[in-house]
C-alpha cells in the first residue's frame, strides 16, 4: 500500500476483505510527481504511481490512493473531492473511484490560493490531522461517511477487473 495513512490502509483492509482470505496490508512511504494537492488527472496519476512503486512481488498485489479535485459542471465551486485508487499485481493497473463530493466555497477559495484541503478543512473542523482520521468527509457528512469508507469504495471499484478476470481478459 503506497501510504501509511491509517484511514487508506483500513480501507483497502476491507475491501481486499470482502474477496479474499488472509489478508495483509502493509503501508510504505512513497513519492510520486502528483502535487501536495492533486486535481484532476493528477490525482488518478499520483494514485496509479502510489500502486506501482509500492508494489513488491513479495505481494499478490499494491494499491495506491489519492484523493483529489475535479473540475465538474452543475457544482457551487466547480469542482468535486474523488477519492481514486490503483490496484496493481505486477502486471495490470486498474483504477476505481469512490462517490465524490463537494466542499464549501471557502475550502475551494483556499485551495485556490494554494493551500491543501486538509490544512483548510483541519482550521474548519477545528480537529487536527482529520485527513488521518475520519476525513473531512465524516465532518461534512455530519459522520455519515468517512474516509476510509471512501476508500474502501474506491479500492473495491479498482478490484472488479480482478474479481471477475475472465471478463477482463
Do not use: W
Not at 499494491?62 to 499485481?89: H, K, M, N, P
Request: hydrophobic share 40%; with cysteine; net charge negative.
Amino acid at each position: 500500500m503506497g501510504s501509511k495513512n491509517p484511514t487508506k490502509i483500513e480501507g483497502a483492509r476491507r475491501a481486499f476483505e470482502q474477496y479474499f482470505d488472509d489478508v495483509e496490508i502493509v503501508g510504505v512511504e512513497v513519492s510520486t510527481s502528483a502535487p501536495p494537492q492533486p486535481f484532476d488527472a493528477e490525482t488518478v496519476r499520483g494514485a496509479i504511481e502510489r500502486a506501482k512503486k509500492a508494489y513488491s512481488p513479495d505481494f499478490d498485489f499494491s494499491v495506491g490512493i489519492e484523493a483529489g479535485l475535479f473540475r465538474s459542471e452543475c457544482t457551487i465551486t466547480g469542482y468535486l473531492d474523488f477519492q481514486v485508487a490503483a490496484v496493481y499485481d505486477g502486471e495490470r493497473c486498474t483504477i476505481g473511484f469512490g462517490p465524490g463530493f463537494e466542499y464549501p466555497k471557502l475550502v475551494v477559495e483556499e485551495v485556490l490560493k494554494g493551500k491543501e484541503v486538509g490544512e483548510v478543512m483541519e482550521k474548519v473542523s477545528g480537529i487536527k490531522n482529520l485527513g488521518k482520521k475520519v476525513g473531512a468527509v465524516h465532518y461534512l457528512s455530519k459522520g455519515a461517511i468517512s474516509r476510509t469508507d471512501l476508500s474502501r469504495i474506491s479500492v473495491t471499484m479498482a478490484l472488479i477487473p480482478f474479481i471477475n478476470r475472465e471478463m477482463y481478459l
